[in-house]
């Protein structure tokens, strides 16, 4: 199994930056890819940004293109999601996931989530 533990989430200003981590352990996930996606009260969970394997190929919601960066760093199995210039819109809970084949944006092709880090952005 490996554990993910998501962190760095707060309460920001519109327009404002953060920056989370989601950390594995347990296993590698040196050769898999990964996702970020987000839930809001209410929402069915939504694709946000995903890498593959090596860092060298990434995917965005058009929600996100320009302001949110994906990134994977095997050496520390962690992948972080720099998010700049944020919108109320951002607020959810934020999770990651390990990727296992099929449709990059459907959760669904995602196991060993995360706990998840809270969003919260003011106007």
């Known amino acids: 199994q490996v554990q993910l533990v998501e962190s760095g989430g707060g309460l920001v200003q519109a327009g404002g930056s953060l920056r989370l981590s989601c950390t594995a352990s347990?296993?590698?996930?040196?050769?898999?890819?990964m996702g970020w996606f987000r839930q809001a009260p209410g929402k069915e969970r939504e694709f946000v940004a995903a890498i593959n394997w090596n860092g060298a190929r990434t995917n965005y919601a058009d929600s996100a293109k320009g302001r949110l960066t994906i990134s994977k760093d095997n050496a520390k199995s962690t992948v972080y999601l720099q998010m700049n210039s944020l919108k109320p819109e951002d607020t959810a809970v934020y999770s990651c996931?390990?990727?296992?084949?099929?449709?990059?944006?459907?959760?669904?092709?995602?196991?060993?989530w995360g706990q998840g880090t809270q969003v919260t952005v003011s106007s």
């Open positions: 996931g390990v990727f296992r084949g099929g449709q990059y944006y459907k959760p669904y092709d995602y196991y060993y």
């Open positions: 347990g296993r590698t996930i040196s050769t898999y890819g």
